[in-house]
C-alpha cells in the first residue's frame, strides 16, 4: 500500500471505460450528421436520424442505429451497430457470442432489417492483429465475390488467404450456429449474413487519435476557435439522451449546438477571383474603409434581414445603415476578405487577428456607443419563457423569438469579451477605457437580472465571464443571496431530455472557464459548491457538483492553480458546503473509474497551454494523498461517511488508510451502542469477505491489511448472536470486483 509504488488504472482496464467509448462512438455519427459528413458503409446521402439503444424499438442490435435518406427520392438505408470497446473473436468469447446472436436476430428480422440495403456493424477500439487481418479479410472477400462458391474457393487457398482465415470463418460459423438455435447455418447463409456484416474500428475515446482528429476537423470548418469543446459538448448532450433510449434530430438538438453548425467559419472568395492562381493580401490597416471593417469588427455579427440588428450597426458607425452596407459589401469582394455573408447573416470571422491591425481605428466615442447597445441587446429577456417549460420547443411557432438575432447577441457578447482582454489593441482610447467598458456593460447588464434573464443569456454566459471575471462572479454571488434565488427557479425549469432544456449550462461553463485562473479558482468553486447545494438533480448531465469535480480531478486538473490553492478550495468547501465537500471527496478518491472531457476553456482571456491538465506520477499521489486524508477527517465519527470510506479502503493511501483504522478502533467508535456500530461491523466484514473471496486476483488487497481490517472489525463485532452470524445465511452478492491500485 506504498503510494509510491501505485499504479494508476485507466477507466478501460477498471472496466468502466466501455459506456465512454459508445458515448464518443453515438456522438462521432452526431458529429457528422451537423455537418454534413457521411456514414461508413452506406450511401453518401445525409445522415437524418440516429436512435440510440434501439432495444424498445425491436433492434437487438441496439447501440446505435443510424438512418441516412436520399433526398431525391426519401429512400432510407439504416446502419445497425453494436458498440464493444475490446473484443476478442474467438469461440470461447462470450461477448463475441453476444454480438452474433443479436446480428443473427436482426439479420433475419425483416421489420427491422432490409437484406440488400441495410448494414450490421460491430464497432470496436483496438483489435489484435490477429483477428483485424484475418476477419476483414474475410469479410472483403465476401462482398467482392460474385458467389459463395468463389467465396470458399479462394478461402480454401493456402497461398492466396491469411494463414487464419479459415481458423476465424468457423468461429463465426461456430457463433451463428449457437445464435441459429445450436443448427447449423447453411454456406449461402453464412456468406449472406457476411455481406451484410461490417467491423469497424475507431482509436476514440482517448485524448489524441485519427479519429478525434478527423472529427475535430469536421467542427472546425463551423467553429474554429474551440471544436474541443463543441466536441465535448455532443458527447455529453449524447450521454442524456441515451439514457433515455432517445432518437436524435437535428431539429431537436439544443438551440446552442444546433447555432454552431449554422454556418462554417470559411473566408468569402466572390467567383471571379477563384480562377486566379494567387490572391493579392490586403493591407486592411490602411484600407478606405478600415474603419468601417473596424466597427463591424467590434458588432461581430449581424442579421441584414432583421431590421433591429441593422438599427445597431447604424448607430455604431453614425451612418445610414443603407450607406454603410455599401462599404461592407465592397469588404466582401476584397481577396480573403475578414467578413463572411450567408443567407442574409454576416460575420466578422478571425476576429483576434483583426482586432490586433485594426484597434488603432477605434475611439473612446465608439466604445461608449457600444457600451448602450451591448446593454441594450443583453437584457433582451426571451419571449419563449412566457410559455410552460414543456411547450418551449415550439416557441418559434408562437412567434416568442428574440427581437435581435442570435447572430448579433453572440457577436456583441464576444465583442465585450475581446474588449475585456485585449484592451492594449486599443491604442487611440484613454487608458483604461476598453476594460472598464467590459466591466461597466456586464454591471449594467446583471444589475436587475432575474431568472427569466438569466435564463435569456444562458449560452453567452462564458463570453460574459471572460469580459469581466470579477464583475462576473460579484453578480453571481449576488444572485445567491436574494431571496427567491433566479437560480433556484432555473433548476426547476429543466425538462426531460428531448424537448426539455438546462438553462444552467453556461453558467456551469462560465464558472468553468473563470477557475482556470488562480486568482478566481477559490470564489468560482464556492459557487459551484453553492450552486450544488441548490440542485435538486435532473436529467442533464450538466450539474454543478460535476463541474466542480471536473475541475479538481488530481488526475486531469482543469485550472492552473497551483495544487496548494486546489486544496484550498476543498478546505474552504468542506466549512461552507460540507455536504456538498464530501461527495467531492468521494469523486477524488483514486480509482473511481472516472472519464473526462476536460471543462469548458476560455476563447479570449486567457491562454491555455497544449499540457495543461497533466500531471506527473509524483504529483499525482501528493494530490490524491492529501484528499484522502481531508476525507477521513471530515468524517470524524460519522458513522454514515465510516462507511462509504470503508468502501473505499482499497483505493486510500497508506496514510489515509492507517488514519482510518485508527478512528474505527477509537474508544468514541467501539463504546457505541451495539445497534450504532452494527452498520459500521457489516461494511468491514463485506469488504473483508469480498477481498478473501477474490484472494487470488491482482485487485485483491494483501493478506496483511485485510488482518488489520479484520482485527478492527472484531472489536466493533456485536454481542447478539443472530446479527453475528446473520451474513453467513443471507444471499448477498458482493458484486462484481473493482480492481484496487493500492496492492503494488
Given amino acids: 500500500m506504498n503510494p509510491n509504488k501505485k499504479q494508476l488504472s485507466n477507466p478501460f482496464s477498471t472496466g468502466g471505460g466501455g459506456g465512454h467509448f459508445e458515448a464518443h462512438i453515438q456522438a462521432s455519427f452526431v458529429v457528422l450528421m451537423l455537418t454534413g459528413g457521411y456514414a461508413p458503409c452506406l450511401p453518401c ?127 463465426i460459423r461456430h457463433h451463428l450456429k449457437l445464435a441459429n438455435n445450436n443448427s447449423e447455418v447453411s454456406d449461402e447463409e453464412l456468406y449472406s449474413f457476411l455481406n451484410h456484416f461490417h467491423l469497424l474500428g475507431y482509436d476514440l ?53 444546433r447555432e454552431v453548425f449554422k454556418q462554417p467559419s470559411l473566408t468569402y472568395i466572390p467567383k471571379e477571383l477563384t480562377t ?174 432575474d431568472w427569466v434573464l438569466w435564463g435569456s443569456l444562458n449560452s453567452l454566459l462564458p463570453l460574459l465571464a471572460e469580459a469581466a471575471p470579477k464583475e462576473f462572479l460579484d453578480a453571481v454571488e449576488k444572485a445567491l443571496s436574494l431571496s427567491p434565488c433566479p437560480f433556484d427557479e432555473l433548476f426547476a425549469q429543466e425538462g426531460n431530455s428531448i424537448t426539455g432544456r438546462n438553462y444552467l449550462t453556461g453558467l456551469l461553463w462560465a464558472l468553468e472557464g473563470v477557475a482556470w485562473d488562480e486568482q478566481y479558482l477559490v470564489r468560482a468553486c464556492v459557487i459551484l459548491g453553492e450552486l450544488a447545494s441548490h440542485d435538486p438533480g435532473g436529467n442533464w448531465g450538466n450539474r454543478p457538483a460535476k463541474s466542480l469535480l471536473t475541475i479538481l480531478l488530481p488526475w486531469l486538473p482543469q485550472t492552473l492553480a497551483s495544487k496548494d490553492k486546489q486544496k484550498i478550495v476543498v478546505k474552504t468547501l468542506c466549512q461552507e458546503f460540507p455536504e456538498v465537500a464530501w461527495q467531492l471527496l468521494l469523486g477524488l478518491l483514486p480509482n473511481q473509474h472516472q472519464t473526462s472531457m476536460g471543462s469548458h476553456k476560455p476563447s479570449w482571456r486567457y491562454s491555455i497551454p497544449e499540457d495543461s491538465g497533466k500531471v506527473n506520477y509524483q504529483e499525482y499521489w501528493a494530490q490524491v494523498s492529501s484528499y484522502t486524508e481531508i476525507a477521513v477527517t471530515e468524517a470524524g465519527e460519522d458513522r454514515a461517511k ?83 452470524y446473520q451474513h453467513l445465511f443471507s444471499d448477498n452478492d458482493f458484486g462484481s470486483p473493482v480492481p484496487n491500485v493500492l496492492n503494488q
Fill in 205 to 257: 475515446g482517448e485524448e489524441v487519435g485519427v479519429a478525434l482528429s478527423l472529427l475535430h476537423s469536421h467542427i472546425s470548418q463551423f467553429n474554429q476557435q474551440t471544436p474541443q469543446w463543441v466536441w465535448s459538448r455532443v458527447v455529453d448532450i449524447v450521454q442524456t439522451w441515451n439514457q433515455d433510449a432517445g432518437t436524435i434530430v437535428t431539429e431537436k438538438l439544443p438551440e446552442d449546438l
Fill in 276 to 449: 486566379q492562381t494567387e490572391l493579392v493580401e490586403v493591407d486592411w490597416s490602411n484600407h478606405e474603409y478600415a474603419t468601417d471593417l473596424a466597427l463591424a469588427n467590434l458588432v461581430g455579427a449581424w442579421n441584414e434581414n432583421n431590421e433591429v440588428d441593422t438599427s445597431v450597426v447604424a448607430k455604431l458607425t453614425a451612418q445610414t445603415y443603407s450607406t454603410w452596407i455599401l462599404k461592407a459589401r465592397e469588404i466582401i469582394h476584397q481577396p480573403n476578405s475578414p467578413l463572411l455573408l450567408k443567407n442574409g447573416a454576416w460575420q466578422a470571422i478571425e476576429r483576434g487577428n483583426l482586432w490586433e491591425v485594426l484597434g488603432s481605428r477605434i475611439f473612446d466615442n465608439h466604445l461608449d456607443t457600444f457600451k448602450e447597445l451591448a446593454i441594450a441587446v443583453l437584457t433582451e429577456r426571451h419571449p419563449s419563457f412566457e410559455l410552460p417549460k414543456e411547450g418551449r420547443y415550439v416557441a418559434s411557432i408562437y412567434g416568442k423569438v428574440l427581437e435581435y438575432s442570435s447572430d448579433m447577441r453572440k457577436g456583441l457578447a464576444e465583442g465585450l469579451a475581446i474588449l475585456g482582454s485585449k484592451h492594449t489593441a486599443l491604442v487611440n482610447c484613454s487608458r483604461g477605457k476598453a476594460e472598464s467598458t467590459a466591466i461597466m456593460s456586464v454591471r449594467e447588464i446583471f444589475a436587475a437580472a
Fill in 642 to 724: 465510516l462507511s462509504e470510506l470503508i468502501n473505499h479502503f482499497d483505493n486510500l493511501p497508506k496514510p489515509a488508510f492507517d488514519r482510518l483504522l485508527e478512528v474505527l478502533s477509537s474508544e468514541a467508535i467501539v463504546r457505541l451502542p451495539e445497534d450504532k456500530r452494527l452498520p459500521l461491523w457489516e461494511s468491514l466484514i463485506k469488504f473483508t469477505s469480498k477481498h478473501r473471496r477474490f484472494h487470488d486476483t491482482e485487485w485483491a488487497l494483501k493478506d496483511e491489511y485485510l488482518l488489520r481490517i479484520e482485527a478492527v472489525a472484531e472489536k466493533l463485532a456485536p454481542s447478539n448472536p443472530f446479527h453475528l
Fill in 45 to 171: 446521402w445525409p445522415i437524418c436520424e440516429i436512435k440510440l439503444q434501439g432495444k424498445i424499438d425491436g433492434f437487438d442490435t441496439d447501440d446505435i442505429i443510424v438512418f441516412v435518406e436520399n433526398q431525391n427520392t426519401q429512400e432510407r438505408r439504416k446502419l445497425i451497430g453494436q458498440v464493444k470497446h475490446s473484443i476478442s473473436i474467438t469461440k470461447a468469447n462470450n461477448i463475441f457470442a453476444e454480438v452474433i446472436q443479436a446480428a443473427w436476430n436482426d439479420f433475419n428480422n425483416p421489420d427491422v432489417f432490409t437484406r440488400g440495403k441495410d448494414i450490421i456493424a460491430l464497432i470496436t477500439g483496438a483489435l489484435n492483429a490477429t483477428d483485424s487481418h484475418n476477419v476483414q479479410w474475410l469479410l472483403s472477400q465476401a462482398r467482392h465475390t460474385k458467389d459463395v462458391e468463389e467465396f470458399y474457393r479462394n478461402v480454401d487457398q493456402a497461398k492466396f488467404s491469411p494463414a487464419k482465415s479459415s481458423e476465424k470463418l468457423d468461429v
